[in-house]
């Protein structure tokens, strides 16, 4: 067991050497402040990496992870991410970004027990019971697994802009986009949903607040 964690630290040594060789002041440039302009709201699956899957480099993405990247208005973690990177960081675009073969959204299809977990994705439940008639429509499990992976990300898209945090950030002027997008594992690629909102116009009535700005 040391010697498996041994060798994480000569990764680690290596990747830091690697990193002064090509940017002898990456580090001190890094250290001095963090300037994202985006914010990744993912799934905590490990073969879901933020930066390597979009080409950026440490200190380029804020980053916030779930099991079925999900927006929930009772999670204080992702809500307290979210307010640091939108007023705070001042990122320009959230992407909420979810996963083919997501075994969290698989768990909720499939009705299973898993435990404490069910509880968590009793939202992805509500996903699927409301779009039952568009997934029954698939032409296999699958299919229809991909499609909830698809119609999760749209809701918490959504989610993300009923939020007082971003409808405030919109109304004092601030250039702040909300996107969907949907990553492959099969072939390493990025799906962009087409459901990106850019102002509050883009919420439902009954979602918009009435902002002190």
């Not at 296999?140 to 993300?160: G, I, P, T």
Request: aromatic content about 8%; some cysteine.
């Amino acid at each position: 067991m040391m010697n498996e964690l041994k060798s994480l630290f000569e990764n680690n040594r290596l990747w830091a050497d690697d990193m002064k060789a090509q940017d002898p002041e990456f580090f001190a440039k890094l250290s001095a402040q963090q300037a994202p302009e985006y914010l990744w709201i993912g799934c905590s699956d490990s073969r879901v990496p933020a930066n390597q899957i979009v080409g950026l480099m440490p200190g380029e993405v804020f980053v916030h992870r779930n099991v079925a990247n999900m927006v929930l208005h009772t999670d204080f973690n992702c809500l307290t991410v979210l307010q640091y990177a939108v007023d705070v960081l001042r990122v320009k675009h959230v992407l909420v970004v979810g996963h083919y073969g997501c075994g969290g959204v698989k768990a909720a299809y499939e009705n299973a027990d898993n435990g404490m977990i069910d509880n968590w994705l009793r939202n992805i439940k509500d996903v699927q019971h409301i779009h039952s008639e568009q997934l029954a429509a698939e032409p296999d499990e699958e299919a229809s697994c991909n499609l909830l992976v698809e119609l999760n990300v749209r809701h918490q898209v959504a989610h993300v802009c009923h939020t007082t945090i971003v409808q405030n950030a919109w109304a004092r002027g601030q250039a702040l986009s909300v996107h969907g997008w949907v990553y492959s594992l099969n072939d390493g690629l990025l799906k962009d949903l087409d459901c990106t909102i850019d102002s509050s116009a883009g919420v439902e009535q009954a979602y918009r607040i009435s902002s002190g700005y």
